[in-house]
């Protein structure tokens, strides 16, 4: 049952394009389509956006994979799992442990037990390493009185670490290689990242804690599931149509794509920043700006079998694994080897991995696929950026949503789709503000 809002300037059964058919884009177009016209554009041959799940043939057996959106929880994902629940998507228990592998094999850790913190011996005896612990402990205790501050000053994550006497070993072998899996994004973006919202986010998942943590899951038969759910519901849905241009005028949408241009009387575009940005034939100042704040970093997605993209040390494989080398500049960009078989329940003996931007391919009798994504940077102007979003939406019957006007995650353009609904008169009894 969905308690009903009024709209004054989109009516009943009007025409809606929704562009894009990511988690904003589907989730815009299943909760419009209960009241408006809606077709769903879609550059790619595939709708799902990063949830992207392919069929992986190993051995004989045949299994789906998830390359994209991997997991969600049960503490900080309550829309999306209320969305689930209502299309019937099913889940299973996951796995969210977190290895660091640098220079090689020099430095390997996990958090997963003792035995995975110290599976280099020598670390009993490091003062480097045990001064990381400590550091880990003592940030973890105050995260909180630093929100507190951060949120009054203002600093960035890099302030945060030098203002709190956080020693290099804590930074390089934990906290930046933690923030670049995350976000999936170089350690050096992660210095730039707004301190508040860093540790906003941090404290909300329960990443800065050893209890009370909350339980992981993926979708049981992939990621698509859901995906070919909300599909199923709807009439216009155009994969492989890539929109052109946006145009607005006086009463109307008019989008272009390729193969012709049709008049709509409103228009989601649920795309990247910059994307919507381009699409717009006529954006105003404050479109530019807001749209044009938001950054993003472009990485390279290997799905293969090779275990020499893991950790050297099999005891400390986990969900999650941060392989890094310094770069050129001293800083290191991410690279993070995500072991499938820990997060879904695959049947396959072999280690199935997804790597991104390895410092060298897999080798290439492992590769199964390749796949490119971007992710959006969580830095000071986007986060400001996101403050000015409610000032253009509406503005000529256009809005906009994404993960990007949250922290980047599939909770996030879930709720962006939402408010947006709210908009054209619809909201879910299941909606959590």
Same mark, same amino acid.
């Given at each position: ?293 938001? =950054?993003? %970093? $472009? ?8 275990? +020499? #993209?893991? /950790?050297? @040390? ?27 078989? =820990?997060? %879904? $329940? ?8 997804? +790597? #991104?931007? /390895?410092? @060298? ?73």
């Amino acid at each position: 049952m969905d308690v009903q809002t009024e709209t004054h300037s989109i009516p009943p059964g009007s025409r809606v394009a929704v562009i894009g058919s990511g988690i904003a884009g589907l989730a815009s177009a299943y909760l419009l389509a209960r009241r408006h016209r809606v077709t769903l554009y879609e550059a790619a041959p595939y709708a799902g956006g990063h949830t992207h799940t392919v069929d992986v043939e190993l051995d004989g057996l045949t299994h789906p994979v998830d390359t994209g959106f991997l997991v969600f929880n049960d503490r900080t994902y309550p829309n999306l799992i209320a969305l689930f629940d209502e299309l019937d998507v099913a889940s299973h228990e996951s796995d969210m442990t977190f290895s660091v592998s640098l220079d090689h094999g020099r430095l390997e850790w996990a958090g997963t037990n003792l035995n995975t913190v110290f599976a280099q011996r020598q670390n009993l005896l490091s003062p480097s390493f045990l001064g990381m612990l400590r550091d880990i402990v003592r940030f973890n205790s105050t995260a909180e009185r630093h929100l507190e501050a951060a949120s009054a000053s203002g600093y960035s994550v890099g302030d945060l670490l030098t203002a709190g006497r956080y020693g290099d070993p804590f930074r390089q072998n934990y906290l930046l290689p933690m923030a670049a899996a995350i976000w999936s994004c170089a350690s050096a973006d992660v210095l730039r990242f707004p301190a508040a919202t860093f540790l906003r986010f941090c404290l909300n998942h329960a990443l800065l804690q050893v209890n009370r943590r909350p339980r992981w899951k993926t979708v049981a038969g992939g990621a698509r599931e859901y995906v070919r759910r909300i599909v199923a519901t709807l009439d216009d849905v155009r994969t492989s149509e890539r929109v052109v241009t946006v145009r607005r005028e006086r009463g109307s949408v008019h989008v272009a794509t390729q193969t012709g241009c049709e008049r709509f009387d409103a228009a989601i575009l649920a795309t990247h920043a910059p994307d919507s940005l381009r699409m717009l034939a006529d954006p105003d100042p404050d479109e530019r700006h807001i749209l044009g704040a938001i =950054r993003y %970093q $472009p990485n390279v997605a290997w799905l293969h079998t090779d275990p +020499t #993209l893991l /950790p050297r @040390r099999e005891r400390i494989w986990s969900a999650w694994n941060y392989l890094s080398t310094h770069g050129a500049d001293g800083m290191r960009p991410v690279c993070v080897s995500y072991l499938i078989n =820990r997060l %879904q $329940p695959l049947p396959f003996k072999r280690p199935v991995i997804v +790597t #991104l931007n /390895p410092s @060298r391919p897999p080798s290439p009798e492992t590769v199964l696929k390749r796949f490119d994504y971007d992710h959006p940077l969580l830095d000071s102007a986007a986060v400001a950026a996101q403050s000015r979003l409610p000032s253009i939406q509406r503005a000529r019957r256009t809005w906009f949503a994404g993960a990007w006007t949250g922290y980047g995650f599939h909770e996030d353009g879930l709720k962006s789709a939402l408010r947006i609904a709210r908009d054209f008169g619809v909201e879910p009894s299941w909606s959590v503000r």
